[in-house]
Nanobody
Framework: VQLQASGGGLVQAGGSLSVSCAASGGSFSNYGMGWFRQAPGKEREFVAAIRRNSAATYYADSVKGRFTISRSNLRRTMSLQMNNLKPEDTAIYYC?????????????????????WGQGTLVTVSS
C-alpha cells in the first residue's frame, strides 16, 4: 500500500484548506483511515479518523467543529477539509491506514495502530 498526501500550503488564520490522500494497492474499502499531524518539536498527534464505510468519524477536541474528514472508496481517496484555521494548526499532516479495521474508537487515536503512512504535507497558518 502506498499513500500520497497532497494539498498543503500557506493560509492566513481564519482561512480554509483541504488536504487529500490517495491510496494505491490493497483493498481500500477495508481500511480504517486517519489523519495525524506533527508540529516542530512536538509528538505526532491524532487529528481525525473515519470508518471504512464512512459510518462514523472521530475528531480531536482541538479540531472538532472546524475540520471534516471524508473518504471515497470508489476513488480510493481520503480528504480533510480544514476551516477557520489557527496558527496552532501549523504542522505536517500525515494520512495513515490500518489494513484491518477494528471495532471501537480509542485505537484510532494511536499512531502505533496504523500500518502505512503517507509522506506528509505541510500546512502553515500565518497569524
Amino acid at each position: 500500500v502506498q499513500l500520497q498526501a497532497s494539498g498543503g500550503g500557506l493560509v492566513q488564520a481564519g482561512g480554509s484548506l483541504s488536504v487529500s490522500c490517495a491510496a494505491s494497492g490493497g483493498s481500500f474499502s477495508n481500511y480504517g483511515m486517519g489523519w495525524f499531524r506533527q508540529a516542530p518539536g512536538k509528538e505526532r498527534e491524532f487529528v481525525a479518523a473515519i470508518r471504512r464505510n464512512s459510518a462514523a468519524t472521530y475528531y480531536a477536541d482541538s479540531v472538532k467543529g472546524r475540520f471534516t474528514i471524508s473518504r471515497s472508496n470508489l476513488r480510493r481517496t481520503m480528504s480533510l477539509q480544514m476551516n477557520n484555521l489557527k496558527p496552532e494548526d501549523t504542522a505536517i499532516y500525515y494520512c495513515a491506514v490500518r489494513l484491518s479495521e477494528m471495532a471501537g474508537s480509542d485505537w484510532r487515536r494511536e499512531p502505533s495502530m496504523y500500518t502505512y503512512w503517507g509522506q506528509g504535507t505541510l500546512v502553515t497558518v500565518s497569524s
